[in-house]
């Protein structure tokens, strides 16, 4: 099966063509042939030294006299954020995701063509692009759902995938009852817990950024933001995750997922490959993970959000820009990234992969979201800054478990009345100005 844009979800030479004439001129080697070094920033701290210098290597024979050079950050996020307010952040970067707004991608980053052209050609490709322009390619993407160990929820008697958050939470029970952890939170690394704001739009629909900028209490129930976080919390609050949240190592979780001593996860389906490898490595069937949709199916069944990872971006600083270019363009079509985690190919003709193989079974009805308003791009985020509401990291959401656990005063009726009263204060103040 081919996951498309027509299924809700939004290469070749033609896109290479585009890449190399899409972009703003201005430096040294911009619209020449690939020659000389680039550097590009990773978050993948994990492969820089294996599998990317192994592409690096590919590249420069497919392209004689190039060099590409790696340097990859451990907190990618606060790490690019301080290069950005310099102009040395390499040149081909991942879009930071947590604070770039779209509207100032102009400021860093050089246009790789209009929305509409890179979208035949490519998923997610709104999301990396203000006003019609593209300013980044994906790297790959993911549909959201909960990876889970089948021998141990299969050992709880649960065979099929919860259908709503009741049933899931009494699946956790009986997980509970195995002996093994029913659910992991990651809380001390932090950023997984942001990843579950991916699935936005599961219930509320493709437009539901939109409708979230036009609502004062978002985390109401009935909303994607309450079943998302609420979720959260009464799987926390219920005693259905690790008994000490501030010891979680990420890396560890999936030892751990692979060996049954904890059940389950809420990530997106790149998270699939992980921890099958895990279980390759403690010599368990790679069969044993699973991957099932969250627990807010509806009249026409389960609904998966698909969304991008980061986005491959060229600095507007870059003074090699005909080889930044040419990478961003090698990396997507040819090197075999995306396949290699498991990941959907952000190329639309590449076919679904097999991480997804229970989703097929299941018929999971897959959904990209609408692009933004033109002219409302950074809105949602104007709020959340306002507010002071991470919505797409992972602050408030650490602070949420906390009270969910007892560690901090408060409910969750106390803990949604206040986002909703801040989030209603911050919109009144960005429609102010």
């Known amino acids: 099966m081919t996951i498309r844009p027509s299924l809700g979800v939004a290469a070749t030479a033609a896109i290479a063509a585009l890449l190399l004439s899409g972009c703003a001129g201005g430096a040294a080697n911009d619209d020449g042939e690939p020659a000389g070094t680039i550097t590009v920033l990773t978050n993948r701290t994990d492969l820089v030294d294996t599998t990317f210098k192994d592409y690096a290597a590919e590249f420069t024979k497919k392209y004689p006299g190039?060099?590409?050079?790696?340097?990859?950050?451990?907190?990618?996020?606060?790490?690019?954020?301080?290069?950005?307010?310099?102009?040395?952040?390499?040149?081909?970067?991942?879009?930071?995701?947590?604070n770039v707004t779209k509207d100032k991608y102009a400021d860093y980053f050089e246009p790789m063509g209009s929305t509409e052209e890179l979208s035949k050609k490519y998923r997610f490709t709104n999301e990396g692009s203000f006003d019609g322009t593209a300013?980044?390619?994906?790297?790959?993407?993911?549909?959201?759902?909960?990876?889970?160990?089948?021998?141990?929820?299969t050992?709880?008697?649960?065979?099929?995938?919860?259908?709503?958050?009741?049933?899931?939470?009494?699946a956790l029970e009986k997980v509970k009852a195995t002996g093994s952890i029913p659910y992991y939170t990651n809380y001390k690394d932090g950023w997984p817990l942001a990843t579950i704001e991916g699935n936005l739009g599961t219930v509320q629909g493709d437009t539901v950024r939109t409708q979230m900028i036009d609502d004062d209490a978002p985390w109401t129930e009935g909303n994607d933001q309450y079943n998302i976080d609420g979720l959260l919390f009464d799987t926390v609050s219920a005693g259905l995750s690790e008994p000490d949240p501030t010891t979680t190592n990420w890396e560890e979780s999936k030892n751990l997922l692979a060996s049954g001593e904890v059940s389950s996860m809420v990530l997106g389906s790149w998270a699939v490959s992980q921890m099958q490898d895990?279980?390759?490595?403690?010599?368990?069937?790679?069969?044993?993970?699973?991957?099932?949709?969250?627990?807010?199916?509806?009249?026409?069944?389960?609904?998966?959000?698909?969304?991008?990872?980061?986005?491959?971006?060229?600095?507007?600083?870059?003074?090699?820009?005909?080889?930044?270019?040419?990478?961003?363009d090698w990396f997507t079509n040819e090197s075999g990234y995306a396949a290699s985690q498991g990941a959907i190919s952000p190329v639309v003709s590449d076919p679904a992969p097999d991480t997804l193989k229970d989703f097929q079974e299941l018929g999971v009805n897959y959904i990209e979201l609408a692009a933004d308003p033109v002219g409302k791009e950074a809105v949602i985020n104007d709020i959340a800054n306002e507010a002071e509401i991470d919505?797409?990291?992972?602050?408030?959401?650490?602070?949420?478990?906390?009270?969910?656990?007892?560690?901090?005063?408060?409910?969750?009726?106390?803990v949604f009345a206040d986002l909703n009263d801040r989030w209603a204060a911050a919109r009144a103040t960005v429609d102010a100005k």
Not at 77 to 92: Q, T
Not at 155 to 170: C, F, V
Not at 392 to 411: E, M, P, S, W
């Open 135 to 153: 300013y980044g390619v994906s790297t790959f993407g993911s549909a959201m759902g909960y990876v889970f160990n089948k021998d141990v929820w």
């Open 278 to 328: 895990a279980a390759e490595a403690a010599g368990e069937s790679r069969d044993v993970i699973g991957f099932w949709p969250m627990p807010w199916k509806t009249d026409t069944g389960f609904t998966s959000v698909t969304a991008s990872d980061k986005f491959l971006a060229i600095s507007k600083y870059s003074k090699n820009k005909a080889t930044a270019k040419a990478w961003v």
């Open 155 to 170: 050992k709880a008697g649960i065979t099929t995938p919860p259908a709503t958050e009741e049933e899931y939470l009494d």
């Open 391 to 414: 919505l797409f990291g992972n602050t408030y959401r650490q602070k949420l478990i906390d009270v969910a656990r007892g560690a901090a005063d408060g409910d969750k009726e106390s």
């Open 66 to 98: 190039t060099e590409v050079k790696f340097e990859a950050l451990t907190d990618y996020e606060g790490d690019a954020k301080i290069r950005l307010n310099s102009r040395d952040y390499g040149d081909v970067l991942l879009i930071p995701s947590s």
